[in-house]
């Protein structure tokens, strides 16, 4: 048996629900709510979210959802497609349909691993502005997503709500003081004091190696339902943050729920991960915040997908957050305005290729027999089709309207605001 039957899954459940796209409407009412898209044409998050019993709390307990390698399959038609979209959107900066775009490729399996084990129904993630793959795991309108890049309107014109995926935030560490807040707020809505760990229990980290440190002691589970949990990806440089010592450090003191994700893809842009994280390991900085850690290999999407799923565990079982440093490498440049060929050499990047997640989950899934050449074939025509979707989603969005860019700036617009906007609808009339 194959395994997506093993898993109630259908076969190609991304093909089955590419849906038509529309193009987002030039409306030019002044409709005081932010335009969001609904256009779901890619559900690919059928890991966690669509299967009868699907909770990371049960797969993590080994009971009826998923197991990694049962889901391996599924796992690389995901990363191949945001592989191939991830391509075709450099490919539409490089002629002038995107201004920039910041590249995930080398990332595909510390993305669309933790993506995977997100519960949409409990969980909310927190992007920075390069989890395409995440948003791909999760099943978020992609033309949406990409309005950010297209420039079109800031944060992504996808539902953030019903896609459970934040807007996009280009503000380094800003994510992850948005998940801790979020994660408090689920903590009061599951009718639990905001208290901190009990004096006595023990703390998570006391031993001498912080990288392998071991579950942290839990709060008792005083609700049948999990607690919601946020995922708050952030990168190596972003760790060197003020903001990211804050929310860890409130996540430890008040037990959150929140999954510190971070993809150490070695670079801050031109700055090195030597140059920018002391002591060389994020995840060991978690034992200064009473923090479990996992420091995993970020290009293993199953080892990605089953950390991610033990941390969420944690988090909906009242265990508190976890800290997850992601080994991985950013293979592309910064962002397309940058040439990663002025501060790092070709040996490094090649490195790296020999251990790309597409490559290692291909071998991994022919050893255990798990699929052939007729698998990889399609996942890679699936891939190619979609990311044509995406790029003709892409194309056919038409500017928003002036109007937009003064309506929600403010509740009650100043008058000057006002007037400027009158002014600026009067020059384009
Ligand atoms: C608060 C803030 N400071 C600086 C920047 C400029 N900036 C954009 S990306 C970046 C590097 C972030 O590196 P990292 O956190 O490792 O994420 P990566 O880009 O490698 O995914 C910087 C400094 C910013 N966007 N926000
Ligand atoms: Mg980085």
Not at 413 to 426: F, K, N, V
């Given at each position: ?157 996808y539902d953030p709500v019903a896609s459970r995926f934040a807007p996009i935030q280009a503000v380094v560490a800003g994510s992850v003081l ?39 002691a839990t709060e008792p589970d005083t609700s049948s339902a999990p607690i919601g949990a946020a995922i708050a990806y952030f990168g190596d ?156 989603g892409i194309l056919s969005q038409v500017d928003r309207p002036m109007h937009e860019l003064f309506d929600f700036v403010y509740a009650e ?17």
């Open positions: 048996m194959a395994p997506w039957q093993v898993v109630g899954l259908s076969r190609w459940p991304a093909r089955r629900a590419l849906r038509t796209m529309k193009s987002t409407e030039n409306s030019t009412s002044r409709d005081s709510n932010p335009p969001v898209a609904h256009r779901s044409f890619i559900e690919t998050n059928v890991t966690r979210n669509t299967a009868a019993d699907t909770s990371a709390a049960s797969a993590a307990a080994g009971t009826s959802a998923p197991s990694a390698a049962e889901i391996l399959p599924e796992l690389y038609r995901q990363m191949s497609i945001a592989r191939a979209i991830d391509r075709e959107a450099v490919n539409l900066q490089r002629t002038g349909a995107l201004p920039a775009y910041a590249p995930l490729i080398g990332q595909e399996a510390a993305q669309v691993g933790s993506g995977a084990a997100i519960d949409k129904r409990y969980d909310f993630a927190f992007p920075t502005y390069r989890e395409l793959g995440v948003a791909v795991a999760m099943g978020v309108d992609l033309t949406g997503y990409m309005a950010t890049h297209l420039a079109s309107w800031h944060g992504g014109l948005h998940a801790m807040g979020w994660a408090l707020g689920q903590k009061l809505d599951a009718g639990l004091a905001p208290v901190g760990r009990a004096p006595n229990e023990a703390s998570a980290h006391d031993s001498s190696n912080p990288d392998a440190n071991e579950p942290a440089g972003a760790s060197s943050q003020g903001d990211v010592h804050e929310a860890m450090n409130f996540a430890g003191v008040y037990t959150l729920p929140v999954v510190f994700f971070c993809q150490n893809n070695g670079w801050a842009i031109s700055v090195p991960t030597e140059n920018q994280v002391a002591g060389g390991s994020v995840s060991a900085r978690a034992a200064g915040y009473g923090l479990p850690s996992e420091k995993i290999d970020g290009n293993d999407v199953a080892a990605v997908y089953e950390a991610t799923a033990r941390a969420l565990n944690r988090a909906h079982s009242g265990g508190g957050a976890t800290v997850i440093e992601a080994m991985t490498y950013r293979v592309g440049p910064h962002s397309t305005s940058d040439d990663p060929g002025r501060y790092r050499s070709l040996d490094e990047e090649q490195s790296w290729r020999a251990r790309d997640p597409l490559k290692l989950c291909e071998k991994r899934l022919r050893d255990e027999g798990l699929a052939g050449d007729e698998f990889f074939t399609e996942a890679a025509a699936h891939a190619l089709e979609v990311s044509e979707q995406v790029r003709a617009p100043p008058a000057a605001l006002l007037a400027q906007r009158d002014r600026a609808l009067e020059e384009i009339s």
